[in-house]
């Protein structure tokens, strides 16, 4: 099948570079990008012709960190730093996945959302109960929703209600690999929650899982002050955080380290060596007063970086959202460094919410040929004196002020899912 798209499009198949194709064509075969360009293509004798004429068509989101079961406490907390935070809300909230009908009540909802709000790839933590993992995963290939979910590993300091003894997380993680061939779309990613929470022998075991079924990890890196002091009590062997992942095997190519706000240059060093991905959460890292990562430092030193919501950390599920607190977050950052540091524009910051992020599921550079199609338009011909606007300025204000309601249609996979 043959489709062919006319509107506004706008993509960053560069960092920092929009290319901006007015009124132009973007033709699909099979769900695939087949062709992009300003002439109408005329291979094809046979198409259906979407028509979003003065519509913005970009890229769909990438949200490479959320913690899906915290979705029912979105913007609770946001008085308490990290720890506090974890013990006092998320811990108790996350104890409810246990109820199977609750989890299938949340997950839809929120799966729903995501769509709504144009993100259609995702990097998730679970919880630690194996079947609800499976639902969040269910009810995400239902909505349209394409990349990873990991079933949570935590044998230690979850409290009472939210903790696995160590042969338990091993086996039920097991069994969760093997229910996981069920899913087209989504796919298993480890999750040890963070050093904190998974002893020295879980630790190793997911290490071998993750070698002997080549599997893709993600977790917490260098988010608070207070939780990298815990870690060099518990590991007094390693110099620094990341070491903890790498004694076991999790520091590899293509894991994902949310936050990694602390990281000096030798750890940001061993994150570049590795082709570790750094998900960075402005939302959440001001919020819990964690701080401001070095996102223009770690740019300019070559590291892989991508966005995240972290909710319920971050109070923003729209990566929309999350683009704009990129760039205020790294305008904190300059100021902070007695204005040596740029702060992110807003070309860079949507980069790094669709390009970044879409490299990790093996895309190209934005809506790149042979790709299949991830893609919003949004409807923002409305707004007052738009006529008087070129399409790089709406594309601008679409950036800050484009609501849900707004994204007329999602494509996630070469489908149309709104």
């Given amino acids: ?23 132009g064509y973007i033709a699909l075969k099979d769900g695939v990008i087949a062709y992009i360009g300003q002439e109408m293509p005329t291979d094809w004798a046979v198409y259906e012709f979407n028509y979003f004429y003065d519509r913005l068509i970009m890229p769909s989101f990438c949200d490479m960190h959320l913690h899906a079961p915290q979705y029912p406490m979105l913007g609770m907390g946001m008085d308490l730093p990290l720890l506090d935070w974890l ?10 996945f246990c109820d199977t009908e609750y989890a299938r009540e949340v997950y839809a909802k929120l799966a729903q959302e995501l769509i709504d709000n144009g993100t259609t790839r995702v990097v998730t933590f679970g919880s630690i109960h194996t079947d609800s993992t499976l639902i969040l995963m269910e009810e995400f290939e239902n909505a349209g929703i394409t990349g990873y979910v990991g079933k949570v590993n935590m044998d230690r300091n979850g ?6 003894t160590t042969e338990e997380s091993i086996r039920e993680t097991e069994r969760w690999l093997e229910r996981c061939a069920d899913f087209k779309y989504i796919k ?22 993750a070698k002997t079924h080549d599997l893709r990890v993600q977790s917490h ?13 518990l ?6 955080y990341w070491e903890t992942y790498d004694k076991y095997g999790l520091w590899k190519s293509h894991t994902v380290m949310a936050h990694c706000v602390h990281s000096d240059k030798r750890e940001r060093d061993a994150i570049k060596a ?15 007063v964690s701080g401001v990562a070095p996102i223009r430092t770690m740019l300019d030193e070559g590291l892989w970086v991508t966005l995240g919501s972290d909710i319920a950390g971050g109070d923003v599920l729209s990566m929309l959202g999350v683009i704009t607190e990129a760039i205020k977050s790294s305008k904190i950052k300059r100021i ?21 992020g879409a490299k990790y599921f093996g895309g190209g550079d934005g809506f790149a040929i042979g790709d299949k199609f991830h893609a919003v338009v949004i409807k923002d011909s409305d707004a007052i004196d738009v006529k008087q606007l070129s399409i790089r300025e709406r594309f601008e204000r679409a950036i800050y002020r484009t609501k849900e309601q707004d994204i007329i249609a999602v494509y996630s996979d070469g489908r149309r899912v709104k």
């Fill in 274 to 288: 590795n082709d570790v991905v750094v998900a960075h959460c402005p939302a959440s890292n001001v919020n819990l």
């Fill in 188 to 209: 298993p990613i480890l999750t040890p929650r963070f050093t904190p929470s998974c002893t020295n022998e879980l630790m190793s075991a997911l290490g071998k899982l």
């Fill in 1 to 23: 099948m043959i489709k062919i798209f006319c509107g506004n499009i706008v993509h960053a198949p560069k960092f920092g570079e929009l290319e901006i194709i007015e009124h």
């Fill in 336 to 356: 902070e460094s007695n204005w040596t540091k740029d702060f992110l524009s807003v070309a860079e910051a949507f980069y790094l919410g669709t390009t970044a």
């Fill in 159 to 164: 409290g009472t209600n939210l903790e696995e």
């Fill in 235 to 240: 590991h007094p062997d390693c110099k620094q």
């Fill in 87 to 96: 013990n006092t809300y998320t811990f108790k909230t996350e104890a409810r």
């Fill in 221 to 233: 890196l260098s988010e608070n002050t207070s939780e990298i002091a815990w870690v060099g009590d």
